[in-house]
């Protein structure tokens, strides 16, 4: 089975400044997905990037971008310019591309990392 | 397109109790999935629906949770009869299908507390 582990239970950054969240993820499958969930107090999961595993490009989103090392099985985020509104747990979670019965697309989720933005 | 919904937003019982929760889907999504969120954890898979079937119920603690999904659209999820340790979020979440590159879409959850 899949595991994802984030290892900063807290983080905090400076507004404005960038700042880098871990995660490291356990599998044995070649073709994934990854991914890095955002929730705010309303508890809604939204999602922020989205990284397949054959693309060795890094993926970026305005102002979030990731570091995806497949051979060591690294995934982490970092948030460039950080806003007050970036404040949240986020959640690193792997997807694998099982295609059918159980497993088929689930979304398997680290323990999250909570992030604060000092004004 | 409209979200998730989910209700009731917060929940307060005694153990021993019985509670469900509902989830609408956005229309036109085939794949429901239930998540229960523990507190300083990430959310984990209870059930995953494809239409109105069962695709995978193998984490769902099945002598007192059930799950259902009339007609292939709105789900409920019962506990019955509640513990302490169920206190948690559950979250329910949507996709148009199993296919890869299908996003999901996720409610605001209910929040049970079990006293």
């Known amino acids: 089975a899949q595991t994802v582990t984030q290892s900063q239970p807290e983080m905090s950054v400076q507004e404005a400044e960038t700042v880098t969240l871990s995660c490291t993820y356990d599998?044995?499958?070649?073709?994934?997905?990854l991914f890095w969930y955002k929730q705010p107090p309303s508890r809604q999961m939204i999602l922020v990037i989205r990284?397949?595993?054959?693309?060795?490009q890094n993926a970026t989103e305005n102002r979030f971008s990731v570091n995806f090392q497949k051979a060591a099985k690294s995934f982490s985020l970092k948030i460039s310019d950080s806003q007050l509104g970036d404040a949240a747990m986020y959640f690193c979670?792997?997807?694998?591309?099982?295609?059918?019965?159980?497993?088929?697309?689930?979304?398997?989720f680290g323990k999250g990392t909570k992030l604060s933005v000092i004004p | 397109e409209a979200g998730v919904a989910q209700s009731p937003r917060y929940k307060i019982i005694e153990k021993r109790q019985s509670v469900a929760f509902w989830c609408n889907p956005i229309?036109?999504?085939?794949?429901l999935y239930w998540y229960q969120q523990i507190l300083g954890q990430g959310p984990k898979l209870l059930i995953q629906f494809q239409n109105n079937g069962v695709v995978d119920d193998s984490q769902l603690p099945k002598d007192r949770f059930s799950a259902e999904r009339l007609k292939g659209v709105d789900s409920t999820l019962k506990i019955q009869p509640a513990k302490l340790e169920d206190s948690a979020v559950y979250l329910c979440?949507?996709?148009?299908?199993?296919?890869?590159?299908?996003?999901?879409?996720f409610g605001s959850g209910t929040r049970l507390t079990v006293v």
């Open positions: 599998t044995s499958e070649s073709d994934y997905y």
């Open positions: 229309s036109g999504h085939a794949t």
């Open positions: 990284q397949e595993a054959y693309k060795q």
């Open positions: 979440a949507s996709r148009r299908g199993q296919g890869g590159t299908y996003g999901y879409t």
């Open positions: 979670a792997y997807r694998s591309k099982i295609t059918s019965g159980a497993g088929s697309y689930q979304l398997t």
